[in-house]
């Protein structure tokens, strides 16, 4: 069974298990079961605005894919107590931290890694600042947010990442057993 396949089967359901906590990816839609709710997840495409609260949804997002692909290597779809606490846990973690475990585990590549390591320095900077006045970003050499050329230099390099984020979390979501978690469903 195909994730487009298990969506099918289960779209016309209200309710579902309160065991199932699971982010689903299905070409460009995203859906997320949580609390026994089938619920839209995030766009495929992200639209990141020249201001410290959009950088930082963006930001968001993209960690809440790191504590979702963390969750599937150990807990896969489960939503009880040990789920609980990986979350509580994943909570405590630093994010540059987390991408290294996902380096470490081969989930990503050095490459990918020292672009997100890279980017994420933005995230810390701009968690710090009142503007993006203060915040640079530094892939070969510092740029700007505040300047177009280095903000539009930054969306680029976070959507290609973005992208590349989602094709990891396709492939670790394609090792579900789709049958079974119908049947738990």
């Not at 900077?125 to 203060?134: A, G």
Request: charged share 25%; glycine share 2%.
């Amino acid at each position: 069974m195909s994730i487009s396949n298990f969506l099918a089967s289960i779209k016309g359901k209200k309710k579902f298990s309160t065991n199932i906590r699971l982010y689903l990816i299905d070409k460009d839609n995203h859906y997320f079961i949580n609390n026994g709710i089938l619920k839209k997840g995030f766009n495929s495409k992200l639209s990141i605005l020249k201001n410290r609260d959009s950088v930082l949804s963006a930001f968001s997002q993209m960690a809440f894919l790191f504590d979702e692909i963390i969750r599937l290597r150990i807990v896969q779809y489960s939503n009880n107590s040990n789920s609980a606490e990986l979350l509580y846990l994943l909570n405590l973690v630093p994010v540059n931290r987390k991408i290294r475990t996902l380096l470490d585990w081969k989930v990503f590549g050095p490459e990918f890694t020292r672009d997100m390591s890279r980017l994420f320095e933005v995230r810390n900077d701009t968690m710090h600042c009142i503007s993006l006045n203060e915040v640079n970003y530094n892939p070969k050499n510092k740029i700007s947010l505040s300047s177009d050329s280095g903000f539009k230099k930054f969306t680029k390099d976070f959507q290609k990442a973005w992208k590349i984020l989602l094709k990891i979390y396709v492939t670790e979501q394609e090792k579900i057993d789709w049958k079974k978690l119908s049947q738990v469903l």
